[in-house]
């Protein structure tokens, strides 16, 4: 199980499920006069054993996830600094599954490129790469309530963005209140996302760890809805012809 505390920017040994890795895992924060090839990426090289991540990058990506307010009882400056935390182990992970399933060069994300380009064996690579990550960080019974609690305020923030992207953030009419993974199935509507570029949409791969996180444990409900909403996502395989996002990624 990869810990919390994984150190930055230095070598480590790393064994977990009988891969041994020595890895040198850096970070930097980008700004307007720091420019390196690594900004606003997180990055992993198979030849050198190394990940790259850019502290810019989680900067704006908990924005764009909806986690700018306050976590439990914590302040905000340190709901923040959880967030944060937490997605770049969850990021790290993603990135030491590249490394140990020998993908070559990686790139935790990028932006798509045109609206037809669609490439299943990369994203296969990307979705492995977030199974392995799982496998690190653990299940929903035996990781860290951290760690879930995010990735499920994240997946019910991109579920809001794609089902009523003009009224988000404001409550969105195709999702129930509650807790939990917030998913209404009774209006049966369609979650349609981008298949531009090389990784799956944001939405497919936190609510897909969820799901995965949930497989052999005893929380049934987060599993289930989880799967209700893998089976709602589509992509557009053709200009307007939309196709079921696990009948795209399995051609």
């Given amino acids: 199980m990869l810990s919390s505390d994984a150190r930055i920017g230095v070598e480590y040994q790393f064994d977990e499920r009988g891969v041994k890795l020595k890895l040198l895992v850096r970070s930097h924060r980008s700004s307007p006069t720091v420019i390196d090839e690594n900004d606003s990426r997180c990055t992993a090289s198979s030849l050198f054993r190394k990940v790259v991540c850019d502290l810019g990058l989680i900067d704006s990506l908990t924005k764009q996830f909806g986690l700018t307010g306050r976590y439990k009882f914590l302040s905000l400056k340190d709901s923040r600094a959880l967030y944060k ?53 653990g299940n929903l019974e035996t990781a860290g309530l951290d760690e879930y609690a995010v990735v499920l305020q994240i997946a019910n923030a991109l579920l809001a963005q ?90």
Avoid at 97 to 119: K, M, Q, V, Y
Avoid at 186 to 191: E, K, L, N, R, S
Avoid at 205 to 232: D, H, M, P
């Fill in 85 to 137: 935390r937490v997605l770049l182990k969850w990021m790290i992970a993603h990135e030491i599954g590249h490394i140990a399933l020998e993908h070559a060069e990686s790139d935790w994300d990028d932006p798509p490129r045109g609206l037809l380009i669609f490439d299943n064996a990369q994203q296969a690579k990307e979705l492995a790469a977030d199974k392995y990550a799982m496998d690190l960080v």
């Fill in 162 to 251: 794609a089902l009523c992207p003009k009224a988000y953030p404001k409550p969105c009419e195709k999702l129930h209140p509650g807790v939990g993974l917030i998913y209404n199935s009774a209006t049966g509507a369609a979650i349609r996302i981008q298949s531009g570029g090389k990784h799956p949409a944001f939405v497919a791969r936190f609510v897909r760890l969820l799901y995965l996180a949930g497989e052999g444990t005893n929380q049934n409900s987060i599993n289930y809805l989880a799967k209700q909403v893998l089976n709602q996502l589509e992509v557009e395989r053709e200009r307007g012809s939309w196709a079921s996002a696990r009948e795209a990624l399995s051609r």
